[in-house]
């Protein structure tokens, strides 16, 4: 029987499915498209319709149906898994009902509360928070579509309100209220608060931060009673985290702007609510905030799919600068390309304050938003005296730090360029002190694709030109099956990187020997089902059967066209410069183990290691 997932794969032509979002060209066996998920020229975006899988060569995303709508649409899993199954009509098991049942009332809960704080704004009680956002400069109508509310100066107003229709119990889990220490009851969490409804990428509502309007707190009653305000907290409150809130995994304003941002290709990320909404107003949509904490990863994975350009505006205090450093550090780490705007001087502390004092400068810095490196190294110029040696040391060390972070060789091979042109030294003086800080540079060949057909996974640096090399040679091999011999008479498995790889080959190795024994190898068209026949019972590993369908696809789109003489300039091309690779590796590990024998006094393991690499190419 199969799975849910299965069957609505099997239902539900990839194919069909993509062409109602993009417009597919036949390639071959496959169909093309421009990527719908960044902008470009010339095609790199492909599906097959035999295996079902789309990939786009050009910004390394891919996967099945269930990838693809959760990336043009922005879902997660669960939400993907009920959209398509309702599309194929597939019946989806019973799940956890109480917990769903759970999650629906705590949303109700937000959502009530939310329509309760701003129906409170527009009435009389609400008269001091209008004319606080009439001072800020905020439109009736962003009020509205930000849902802008106001919790009244009372303990209970929200508790009292809520009471007929949901329970004080359910009220306090959503975050809204807290319980009393002096009896059994609870109290309105917010009180005499602007409040701001963070709603999730869909729009629904899970929480709020608020913002207190009296920030002396020294009201009192008429009775001489100290007013509910006087223990409001702090200048700002937010919802604590729920079953439906977790301030790490939404963005303030996203469910607004992810259009826009799609659209644009970049995201504007700034500090707080008010600069987001200051933007919006002004027609800058694009613009989200990581609600009050430095940008998480989870936060980075949602932006991603939507755009993989970032520009981050710091706010002009120490805490912001370090916030926004620490997010720019995980925006790396997910390949997120970011650029900085400075807000001009005499122009305000943040956005808010710069988009209401002079519109033109703000639009003026976001289009001079500066590469990331080259905000560090203004940064660092200013910084460090580079005429004395200490100085020139704090640079160099100060920016390779920062520089290492970059996922993409050909970019750290400009900057260390850059770095020794600025102190006029040579460039391997920079790469050296590079390998110190424990991330050697590497950068493809000219002859090879700069970016793999595999991306990069979570955490990793650039691929190495090993890598590469190794990957365009495996998709070669599903290509022009008919240069096996060659490559298999001169490549063994250790000569490719990483294992992966390795394990990959030797399965292809293995598949070609017995479609060999068929008599069949001279047919190149039939390897490839061949291959799709013999490897699930042979091979097993999901990763690596995925890992051959993307490389198989990239080698349709890379070697579309080419006649026999191409595929062997480029086989002995592949072949001699993973060898010549091999060989460097190897070479530096033999020369690596022969000081330890050395050390060590073993002449007879010397002796040994001298002969095999001497026998290297």
């Not at 001169?490 to 390795?502: A, C, F, H, R, Y």
Request: hydrophobic share 40%.
């Amino acid at each position: 029987m199969l799975s849910p997932v299965d069957e609505i794969k099997a239902r539900l032509d990839l194919v069909d499915f993509v062409g109602t979002y993009v417009q597919l060209k036949r390639a071959g066996a496959n169909f093309k498209a421009n990527c719908p998920f960044h902008q470009e020229k010339t095609p790199s975006f492909m599906v097959s319709k035999p295996k079902q899988i789309w990939h786009c060569f050009g910004c390394n995303e891919g996967g099945d149906i269930f990838k693809f709508i959760m990336k043009i649409e922005g879902l997660d899993f669960p939400e993907a898994l009920k959209i398509l199954a309702d599309k194929a009509g597939v019946t989806l098991p019973k799940y956890d009902a109480r917990a769903q049942s759970q999650r629906n009332t705590l949303l109700e809960i937000v959502k009530t509360a939310a329509e309760f704080y701003a129906t409170q704004f527009n009435s009389p009680r609400g008269q001091v928070a209008q004319e606080y956002l009439a001072k800020r400069g905020l439109s009736d109508v962003i009020i509205k579509q930000f849902g802008l509310g106001y919790a009244p100066d009372s303990w209970d107003t929200l508790a009292t309100a809520l009471r007929d229709k949901f329970k004080a119990e359910d009220v306090f889990a959503a975050g809204l209220l807290i319980r009393s220490e002096r009896n059994q009851g609870f109290y309105d969490r917010f009180r005499h608060r602007i409040m701001f409804p963070i709603r999730d990428v869909h729009g629904n509502s899970v929480g709020f931060t608020s913002r207190l309007l009296d920030e002396t707190r020294a009201a009192a009653s008429e009775g001489g009673e100290p007013r509910p305000s006087q223990w409001a907290g702090g200048k700002y409150v937010n919802t604590p985290e729920t079953m439906i809130y977790n301030k790490g995994r939404v963005l303030y304003g996203l469910d607004l702007a992810r259009q826009e941002i799609r659209a644009r290709d970049y995201a504007v990320i700034v500090e707080g609510n008010m600069d987001v909404i200051a933007c919006h107003q002004f027609g800058m949509v694009n613009v989200i905030a990581a609600s009050g904490t430095a940008l998480t990863l989870d936060q980075a994975r949602l932006l991603k799919r939507y755009t993989n350009n970032l520009m981050i505006s710091f706010d002009a205090d120490a805490a912001g600068e370090h916030a926004a450093k620490r997010g720019i550090d995980v925006a790396l780490l997910e390949g997120i390309r970011i650029k900085v705007i400075t807000i001009p001087e005499g122009c305000g502390k943040d956005a808010d304050e710069c988009v209401r004092k002079n519109i033109k400068a703000w639009e003026g810095a976001v289009r001079g938003a500066q590469e990331i490196m080259e905000y560090h190294l203004q940064q660092a110029q200013k910084k460090f005296n580079v005429a004395t040696a200490q100085g020139r040391s704090q640079f160099v060390h100060t920016l390779l730090t920062e520089l290492i972070k970059l996922p993409d060789a050909i970019e750290q091979d400009f900057w260390i360029k850059r770095i020794a042109e600025i102190l006029s030294v040579e460039e391997k003086l920079i790469r050296e002190q590079m390998r110190k800080i424990h991330n050697p540079t590497r950068i493809p060949s000219p002859g090879l694709q700069p970016s793999s057909p595999l991306g990069r996974g979570q955490g990793e640096g650039a691929r190495s030109r090993t890598e590469l090399i190794a990957e365009r040679l495996l998709a070669l091999f599903f290509t022009a099956p008919s240069y096996a011999e060659e490559i298999i008479s001169t490549i063994l498995p250790e000569m490719l990187s990483p294992v992966l790889n390795q394990t990959l080959y030797t399965q292809l190795v293995a598949c070609y020997t017995a479609y060999n024994s068929m008599g069949s190898a001279t047919a190149d068209a039939n390897f490839g089902q061949f291959w799709h026949t013999w490897s699930p019972t042979q091979v097993g590993a999901t990763e690596i059967l995925s890992t051959a369908d993307v490389l198989e696809l990239f080698g349709d789109k890379e070697f579309e066209g080419w006649d026999n003489a191409q595929y062997k300039r480029e086989a002995q091309f592949l072949i001699q410069e993973l060898r010549r690779e091999y060989s460097k590796t190897r070479r530096l590990e033999l020369a690596q183990a022969m000081r330890r024998a050395e050390k060590e006094g073993d002449q007879a393991r010397v002796q040994e290691l001298t002969r095999e690499f001497a026998l290297l190419d």
